[in-house]
């Protein structure tokens, strides 16, 4: 009973974050200098047209009866023209997010599928040189910067070796695969040097509980207690901390998409921002942070759903 | 003595006994050094060009090799290390007296305030901690002053949250009751009696923070939105050298290099401390 009032009101616990998400873009893109009308229509614009537009736009209404348009549009599924590209931004994202998806999804599985062997390794081998260098190289995984790695591998994989492409994004999608592994394999190896440090502390922990000593009294192997009892216990914590850190695997997709030249919401952003697009600004950054809320809100049902100790 | 006993009784004196810390510590002075001296260590002008001598690979007039323009890549990272040292530090000094100041009130004073300040959190921790950056840059304009202003906005909501919960913990004890009953203000309790017993975890949290600044600073200038050409700085010279790629490794590899090495520094540095004080945060 109690998990389903959870799986119920853990969304409405969201609406103030929705709320004070929503205000806070609003704010960010009203106190941007300058008039907007007059940015839209440009340095020759008569004060005829910047009234017009003005009102069109209800730019000479207060402020809380903006905002109140700002969300009733929202609703509508219009969040203002671009720009440089004079179509809706919500269209414009629609047209934009499939590459940015793979790519995270591309880099999370990447990761746990280097993370793992490697934490496992560092925990079952505790304090011996496995250990150590398993460390010494997550230590140094988290230094790595997300750009200059994207280079290496290029440099390494596409230029030396020719097995793929520098840049781009291919038509169909057996192409798409193609380009999409050097960039997931950045970002895995970046955020598989997080992976394995808190999976390999979660696994120690795992290690020192009763039940661990219990079962080696009763005489089971090391491995059947190490896969069969350890390993799905740590993995609970894993989960969470993947969706802590989807804001910030969300911040190394932006980046790695303007070093690939990606098509992507993040290489959207960067050039909105280099070319003062305001009204896609808004619209990405509005995308990711209800993006990062759903992913976290999807995490916290899970645990629920996985771990019959949790406490709500 | 030979000079291997002399290191040993070096090492025993005065650098401390775990090799982590050590290590961090090292790496550090190393670049505090290079930045201080690099007017005097570098052998030649960060932005000088020099039409004769462009795009050389490593030799031993340009041990790093040289750019398009003919620039010493070596006597730039050399710079580069003031700038991103100073990134590293700016960066983390606004979010960690902000946050600071913040968390402990809200933890001090509870209630309402404390309220509105954690729900502040959520929201800002909503957003993805790259993205919220670049649209306060977005706002503010490109600049390293941009950076700094955004990174404060940003960063202070784990340091508000590290030392509330501290706080809130040290709180309800002894000593803060026996500072009451002598009559101190609220102000003076909490900021020279709860204050220093609660930033054990936020300083060591701050020496790995240094990781996280670098790498954003270091990323937002590769954008083109932080640091401007032709100032040296090493994400800049990662952005400039990424056209030559296929022919010129060096002018990339090496200022990659230096933030990966002084990235290490820091996190060695914040793993060692927190050993040691036994606060992992």
Same mark, same amino acid.
């Given at each position: 009973?109690?998990?389903?009032?959870?799986?119920?009101?853990?969304?409405?616990?969201?609406?103030?974050?929705?709320?004070?998400?929503?205000?806070?873009?609003?704010?960010?893109?009203?106190?941007?200098?300058?008039?907007?009308?007059?940015?839209?229509?440009?340095?020759?614009?008569?004060?005829?047209?910047?009234?017009?537009?003005?009102?069109?736009?209800?730019? #000479?209404?207060?402020?809380?009866?903006?905002?109140?348009?700002?969300?009733?549009?929202?609703?509508?599924?219009?969040?203002?023209?671009?720009?440089?590209?004079?179509?809706?931004?919500?269209?414009?994202?629609?047209?934009?997010?499939?590459?940015?998806?793979?790519?995270?999804?591309?880099?999370?599985?990447?990761?746990?599928?280097?993370?793992?062997?490697?934490?496992?390794?560092?925990?079952?081998?505790?304090?011996?040189?496995? #250990?150590?260098?398993?460390?010494?190289?997550?230590?140094?995984?988290?230094?790595?910067?997300?750009?200059?790695?994207?280079?290496?591998?290029?440099?390494?994989?596409?230029?030396?070796?020719?097995?793929?492409?520098?840049?781009?994004?291919?038509?169909?999608?057996? $192409?798409?695969?193609?380009?999409?592994?050097?960039?997931?394999?950045?970002?895995?190896?970046?955020?598989?040097?997080?992976?394995?440090?808190?999976?390999?502390?979660?696994?120690?922990? $795992?290690?020192?509980?009763?039940?661990?000593?219990?079962?080696?009294?009763?005489?089971?192997? $090391?491995?059947?207690?190490?896969?069969?009892?350890?390993?799905?216990?740590?993995?609970?914590?894993?989960?969470?901390?993947?969706?802590?850190?989807?804001?910030?695997?969300?911040?190394?997709?932006?980046?790695? $998409?303007?070093?690939?030249?990606?098509?992507?919401?993040?290489?959207?952003?960067?050039?909105?921002?280099?070319?003062?697009?305001?009204?896609?600004?808004?619209?990405?950054?509005?995308?990711?942070?209800?993006?990062?809320?759903?992913?976290?809100?999807?995490?916290?049902?899970?645990?629920?759903?996985?771990?019959?100790?949790?406490?709500? | 003595?030979?000079?291997?006993?002399?290191?040993?009784?070096?090492?025993?004196?005065?650098?401390?006994?775990?090799?982590?810390?050590?290590?961090?510590?090292? &790496?550090?002075?190393?670049?505090?050094?290079?930045?201080?001296?690099?007017?005097?260590?570098?052998?030649?002008?960060?932005?000088?060009?020099?039409?004769?001598?462009?795009?050389?690979?490593?030799?031993?007039?340009?041990?790093?090799?040289?750019?398009?323009?003919?620039?010493?890549?070596? @006597?730039?990272?050399?710079?580069?290390?003031?700038?991103?040292?100073?990134?590293?530090?700016?960066?983390?000094?606004?979010?960690?007296?902000?946050?600071?100041?913040?968390?402990?009130?809200?933890?001090?004073?509870?209630?309402?305030?404390?309220?509105?300040?954690?729900?502040? &959190?959520?929201?800002?921790?909503?957003?993805?901690?790259?993205?919220?950056?670049?649209?306060?840059?977005?706002?503010?304009?490109?600049?390293?002053?941009?950076?700094?202003?955004?990174?404060?906005?940003?960063?202070?909501?784990?340091?508000?949250?590290?030392?509330?919960?501290?706080?809130?913990?040290?709180?309800?004890?002894?000593?803060?009751?026996?500072?009451?009953?002598?009559?101190?203000?609220?102000?003076?309790?909490?900021?020279?009696?709860?204050?220093?017993?609660?930033?054990?975890?936020?300083?060591?949290?701050?020496?790995?923070?240094?990781?996280?600044?670098?790498?954003?600073?270091? @990323?937002?200038?590769?954008?083109?939105?932080?640091?401007?050409?032709?100032?040296?700085?090493?994400?800049?010279?990662?952005?400039?050298?990424?056209?030559?790629?296929?022919?010129?490794?060096?002018?990339?590899?090496?200022?990659?290099?230096?933030?990966?090495?002084?990235?290490?520094?820091? @996190?060695?540095?914040?793993?060692?401390?927190?050993?040691?004080?036994?606060?992992?945060?």
């Amino acid at each position: 009973m109690h998990r389903f009032r959870f799986v119920l009101w853990r969304p409405i616990q969201l609406l103030p974050v929705l709320f004070g998400i929503s205000v806070l873009v609003f704010v960010m893109v009203r106190s941007i200098p300058g008039d907007p009308a007059r940015i839209l229509l440009g340095v020759r614009s008569t004060p005829q047209a910047i009234a017009r537009i003005r009102a069109q736009y209800g730019l #000479d209404e207060p402020l809380w009866l903006q905002y109140f348009y700002f969300l009733r549009n929202l609703m509508n599924g219009e969040m203002g023209k671009s720009i440089i590209y004079r179509v809706d931004t919500l269209k414009l994202i629609d047209s934009r997010i499939q590459p940015t998806i793979f790519l995270v999804l591309g880099s999370v599985l990447l990761a746990v599928l280097i993370a793992l062997p490697l934490a496992t390794g560092a925990a079952r081998y505790r304090g011996r040189l496995a #250990d150590h260098a398993i460390r010494l190289i997550s230590t140094i995984g988290l230094g790595l910067p997300a750009f200059w790695l994207a280079i290496m591998v290029i440099l390494l994989f596409s230029i030396s070796l020719g097995w793929f492409p520098v840049s781009g994004y291919g038509s169909d999608w057996a $192409e798409r695969l193609h380009h999409l592994f050097l960039p997931c394999l950045t970002v895995a190896l970046a955020l598989s040097a997080v992976l394995t440090r808190n999976l390999r502390a979660s696994l120690l922990m $795992e290690l020192q509980n009763d039940y661990v000593t219990a079962a080696r009294a009763r005489g089971l192997s $090391e491995n059947r207690i190490f896969w069969r009892h350890v390993m799905p216990n740590s993995l609970i914590p894993t989960i969470n901390l993947l969706a802590v850190n989807i804001g910030w695997l969300i911040g190394g997709t932006v980046v790695i $998409e303007s070093v690939f030249a990606i098509p992507g919401l993040g290489q959207l952003l960067v050039k909105a921002i280099i070319s003062r697009d305001y009204m896609v600004v808004q619209g990405v950054v509005l995308v990711f942070a209800l993006a990062t809320v759903a992913v976290n809100l999807i995490a916290d049902l899970l645990t629920v759903a996985l771990d019959p100790r949790v406490k709500l | 003595m030979t000079a291997i006993q002399g290191f040993a009784a070096f090492r025993r004196r005065v650098l401390p006994r775990e090799s982590t810390l050590t290590a961090g510590i090292v &790496i550090l002075s190393a670049w505090l050094l290079v930045a201080l001296f690099c007017p005097w260590l570098a052998p030649y002008d960060p932005i000088a060009q020099d039409p004769s001598a462009t795009l050389l690979p490593p030799n031993p007039a340009h041990p790093f090799g040289s750019d398009n323009f003919g620039r010493d890549i070596l @006597s730039r990272v050399m710079w580069g290390a003031r700038i991103d040292l100073q990134i590293c530090l700016i960066g983390v000094a606004f979010p960690f007296l902000l946050g600071t100041v913040i968390g402990a009130v809200s933890g001090y004073v509870g209630g309402v305030v404390d309220t509105l300040l954690m729900r502040l &959190i959520d929201i800002v921790l909503a957003f993805p901690f790259l993205v919220l950056m670049l649209a306060i840059i977005a706002i503010l304009g490109p600049g390293l002053g941009s950076f700094y202003i955004a990174m404060a906005m940003v960063g202070w909501v784990s340091y508000a949250r590290l030392v509330r919960s501290q706080v809130l913990t040290l709180k309800h004890r002894d000593f803060v009751l026996a500072a009451r009953s002598l009559g101190y203000s609220h102000g003076r309790i909490l900021f020279f009696h709860l204050l220093p017993n609660a930033l054990t975890s936020s300083l060591v949290f701050a020496m790995s923070d240094c990781v996280l600044v670098l790498l954003s600073g270091a @990323s937002v200038s590769y954008l083109g939105l932080g640091v401007q050409p032709p100032v040296a700085e090493w994400g800049v010279m990662v952005a400039e050298g990424q056209s030559f790629i296929t022919t010129a490794w060096w002018i990339t590899t090496f200022p990659g290099l230096a933030i990966v090495v002084l990235a290490m520094g820091f @996190s060695f540095l914040a793993d060692g401390l927190g050993d040691k004080w036994g606060a992992r945060p």
